[in-house]
């Protein structure tokens, strides 16, 4: 059974830091990319980063380029993001999800989420 | 504000049809890319309910059809049930953005 644990959240105040963590079971997590998105309380899904299977290519969003960085230890199939200089507008649920999104690799499994809350 | 437009509610009876649309370009949609449609239940985290348009993954019950035409995709759920009470979400690649892998804006579903 595939299985994705989000992990690491909590609330942080603005400027502050945390790394999210993901942990993979029931399948070969280095055969495929993996995304983070996230979703503001109330609001939609807003797809944040992604990374191809052996941790290249990473993409990010505007809104966090420049202060998130994700990664991956396939080894511990895992995947991370580093999040950096938090505003309150970084206060969602974090998911993180299997696939790149594209052409034959949606987003097939989620995990439950993980919410952060950037609050003085 | 997404490159895909979606209405943000729609509603029906048990055991009608209702159709959600996904609004694109020539980008995303209409450049031939992939639209997957996602979806969530309340408190819970989304769910594939299609893929490449039309293709439902194990589990997903027949009720739910995807299909696309032009710059637009479109999901249909028929026979509603209560259970279907959820936001609906599609999602595609657009060819112009840095950050290409982009959400509709979400559609919630009301059964009466």
């Known amino acids: 059974e595939v299985q994705l644990v989000e992990s690491g959240g909590g609330v942080v105040r603005p400027g502050g830091s945390l790394r999210l963590s993901c942990a993979a079971s029931?399948?070969?997590?280095?055969?495929?990319?993996m995304t983070w998105v996230r979703q503001a309380p109330g609001k939609g899904l807003e797809w944040v980063s992604g990374?191809?299977?052996?941790?290249?290519?990473?993409v990010y969003a505007d809104s966090v380029k420049g202060r998130f960085t994700i990664s991956r230890d396939n080894a511990k199939n895992s995947l991370f993001l580093q999040m950096n200089s938090l505003r309150p507008e970084d206060t969602a649920s974090y998911y993180c999800?299997?696939?790149?999104?594209?052409?034959?690799?949606?987003?097939?499994?989620w995990g439950q989420g993980t919410l952060v809350t950037v609050s003085s | 504000q997404s490159v895909l437009t979606q209405p943000p509610s729609v509603s029906g009876a048990p055991g009608q049809r209702v159709t959600i649309s996904c609004t694109g370009s020539?980008?995303?949609?209409?450049?031939?890319?992939?639209v997957h449609w996602y979806q969530q239940l309340p408190g819970t985290a989304p769910k594939l309910l299609i893929y490449?348009?039309?293709t439902r993954p194990s589990g997903v019950p027949d009720r739910f059809s995807g299909s696309k035409s032009g710059t637009s995709a479109s999901l249909a759920i028929t026979g509603l049930q209560a259970e279907d009470e959820a936001d609906y979400y599609c999602?595609?690649?657009?060819?112009?953005?840095?950050?290409?892998?982009?959400f509709g804006t979400g559609t919630k579903v009301t059964v009466l």
């Open positions: 999602q595609s690649y657009d060819n112009t953005l840095s950050a290409p892998y982009v």
């Open positions: 029931g399948f070969i997590f280095e055969d495929y990319a």
């Open positions: 020539s980008s995303n949609i209409g450049a031939g890319y992939d």
């Open positions: 990374l191809n299977w052996n941790g290249g290519g990473a």
């Open positions: 999800a299997r696939g790149d999104g594209g052409n034959y690799y949606p987003f097939d499994y």
């Open positions: 490449g348009y039309s």
